[in-house]
């Protein structure tokens, strides 16, 4: 599957962002999906996570109650609603998928995830 992102930008502290991954391929519905993002500097980390149902979501607990994902099977879309945006947040943000022949549950780090986007930057000016 290839996965491309697409949404991020530059946006005031408060604002708002929808982020959105469009996947190719086959049997898009099986996909355990994630969000990953990566700040200069730092390791990159799991913001949102969703099960190939939807059944099951995570989120790190520096964007619970701010962000939102959400899956369009028959779209092949994945999106990131993120609101109440911080500085914080400014971070090149990826969209990722584990082999759905392995997995169907979430995924918690990126060594679990086998298919990647090219990233999205987003930043949030003070």
């Known amino acids: 599957v290839q996965l491309v992102e697409s949404g991020g930008g530059l946006v005031q502290a408060g604002g708002s962002l929808r982020l959105s991954c469009a996947a190719s391929?086959?049997?898009?519905?099986?996909?355990?999906m994630g969000w990953f993002r990566q700040a200069p500097g730092q390791e990159r980390e799991l913001v949102a996570a969703m099960s190939w149902s939807g059944g099951t979501t995570y989120y790190t607990d520096s964007v619970k109650g701010r962000f939102t994902i959400s899956r369009d099977n028959t779209k092949n879309t994945v999106l990131l609603q993120m609101n109440s945006l911080k500085p914080e947040d400014t971070a090149v943000y990826y969209c990722?998928?584990?082999?759905?022949?392995?997995?169907?549950?979430?995924?918690?780090?990126?060594?679990?995830?086998?298919?990647w986007g090219q990233g999205t930057q987003v930043t949030v000016s003070s």
């Open positions: 391929g086959r049997s898009f519905s099986r996909y355990p």
């Open positions: 990722a998928a584990r082999d759905p022949g392995l997995y169907s549950g979430i995924g918690l780090r990126p060594s679990e995830y086998k298919y």
